[in-house]
């Protein structure tokens, strides 16, 4: 018993230092208007025939090659492309906090390569909070343009090494990161529907102000404009992970419960026992060396008054 005792309040002790994760929803109260997009992508097709933008309900294009940098490399698979394979789960607060180191990218609207097989397009950029679709397309199709991309050179195979909404920490996993998709078809489309999420986290006066995001995905030959879209939207809802902790009082009772139960059950135990015994054995088996045993913890009368 004094062994089972020790083990329940080391256990108790160390969940109360430990803290426990509360998840809760609230309406999202804070108006914001903008927030940014961050995302690194390779297509397998030359920079020259590539283009990249977003179009929101608010119908203000957002020109997005402005900001974006698309650089030409050569047909290699990303790094992460030879690691084990990923799996998908919601980061615990443990994860988002270690890995909430913030960063951004270097340049901004850089073209450079451009007739390199595959294009890397990469970057942040500012987006209204509304509903809206980022999309990229072979040059000439969803905007007028000067160069219309031959095509033979449709290629929408894709690498997603970062898809992210929010300040950008790009070791907190999302989704689609390091995600792929590649195809023998030339005019082939990938649609994605995003849920955004805002998500905070927050643990001992550190607060992190972020989003997740659900996921979902079609793709299909000829029936669309060949293509990779992105199409998001953002819930009314926000969510907040937090650690938190119960008042030493709270503690206190639980922990004087716990004792007082185990104290209780014990006795029930050894009564139990007792009885089997007597059932087994008979009267007189069951009071063999009953003298020796008087004054001991358990001894019946002592528990009596318990
Ligand atoms: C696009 O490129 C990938 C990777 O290089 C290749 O496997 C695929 O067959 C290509 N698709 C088309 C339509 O050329």
Request: one cysteine or more; glycine letters at 6%; aromatic letters at 16%.
């Amino acid at each position: 018993m004094y062994m089972f005792l020790f083990f329940m309040i080391w256990v108790e002790v160390g969940g109360y230092l430990d803290g426990f994760i509360d998840h809760q929803f609230t309406v999202d109260d804070v108006i914001r208007k903008d927030l940014k997009l961050n995302l690194d992508i390779a297509v397998a097709m030359p920079c020259k025939y590539v283009n990249a933008n977003v179009r929101d309900s608010t119908q203000d294009r957002i020109l997005a090659a402005e900001k974006l940098n698309f650089e030409g490399i050569s047909d290699q698979v990303p790094e992460w492309y030879f690691q084990t394979k990923k799996k998908v789960y919601t980061p615990q607060l443990e994860d988002v906090l270690a890995n909430s180191v913030e960063a951004r990218f270097f340049t901004e609207g850089q073209h450079i390569n451009v007739e390199m097989p595959f294009c890397r397009i990469f970057g942040t950029i500012p987006i209204n909070r509304v509903q809206g679709e980022f999309h990229i397309t072979a040059k000439g199709y969803a905007y007028p343009d000067r160069t219309m991309a031959p095509e033979a050179s449709f290629n929408f195979t894709h690498f997603i090494s970062e898809f992210s909404f929010g300040d950008f920490f790009p070791y907190l996993d999302n989704p689609l990161d390091m995600t792929y998709k590649v195809t023998d078809e030339k005019r082939h489309s990938y649609h994605y529907k995003l849920d955004i999420i805002p998500t905070m986290y927050k643990k001992l006066g550190l607060e992190i102000d972020t989003t997740q995001y659900a996921m979902s995905m079609f793709e299909t030959t000829e029936r669309y404009m060949p293509g990779i879209f992105f199409r998001y939207d953002f819930d009314p809802i926000k969510m907040i992970v937090a650690e938190r902790r119960l008042s030493f009082w709270h503690f206190f009772v639980k922990l004087v419960t716990i004792i007082g139960g185990i104290w209780i059950m014990t006795k029930w135990i050894y009564r139990g026992i007792e009885k089997l015994i007597l059932l087994a054995f008979g009267k007189e088996f069951a009071r063999r060396g009953e003298e020796k045993k008087k004054g001991g913890l358990l001894d019946s009368d002592e528990f009596e008054k318990i």
